[in-house]
Nanobody, 125 residues
Framework: QVQLVESGGGQVQAGGSLKLTCAAS????????MGWFRQAPGKEREFVAG???????YYGDSVKGRFTISRDNAKNALYLQMNSLKAEDTAVYYC???????????????????WGQGTQVTVSS
C-alpha cells in the first residue's frame, strides 16, 4: 500500500496557472504508474492525466495541451502543471497510484489502488 498526499490547490482566475504536487510513501514509487483524477460537484470522477512507470504520459481530452504531468522518482513526487485554466477545471483533484507495477497506460479508476485525500482547485471567470 502507498500513502499519497496532494498539495498546491487553491483559487485562481481563468487563464492562470497552478501546480499540484503529490507526495508518495510506503513502497517503491518508481515501479508504478501514477495518475491525476478530478471530481466536480455533481459529476463523476474524471481521468485527467497519467504517467507510466517508464515516463510515458497520456491525458484526458479536456486538458490536452494545457496540463502537463511529470514525476520525480528521487523525491517520490508526482506533479500536475495546469496552465490556461478555465472555470470548468474547477474540481477536487486526486492523486492515484496503480495497483500493479510496470504497467504502461492506466486510465480507469479500477486500475488504481491508492488515492490521496484530494485538493480543491477553484477557477473563477
Amino acid at each position: 500500500q502507498v500513502q499519497l498526499v496532494e498539495s498546491g490547490g487553491g483559487q485562481v482566475q481563468a487563464g492562470g496557472s497552478l501546480k499540484l504536487t503529490c507526495a508518495a510513501s510506503g513502497r517503491t514509487y518508481s515501479n508504478y504508474a501514477m495518475g491525476w483524477f478530478r471530481q466536480a460537484p455533481g459529476k463523476e470522477r474524471e481521468f485527467v492525466a497519467g504517467i507510466s512507470w517508464s515516463g510515458g504520459k497520456y491525458y484526458g481530452d479536456s486538458v490536452k495541451g494545457r496540463f502537463t504531468i511529470s514525476r520525480d522518482n528521487a523525491k517520490n513526487a508526482l506533479y500536475l502543471q495546469m496552465n490556461s485554466l478555465k472555470a470548468e477545471d474547477t474540481a477536487v483533484y486526486y492523486c492515484a497510484a496503480d495497483k500493479l507495477p510496470f504497467r504502461s497506460v492506466v486510465m480507469t479508476e479500477a486500475d488504481f489502488g491508492s488515492w490521496g485525500q484530494g485538493t480543491q482547485v477553484t477557477v473563477s471567470s
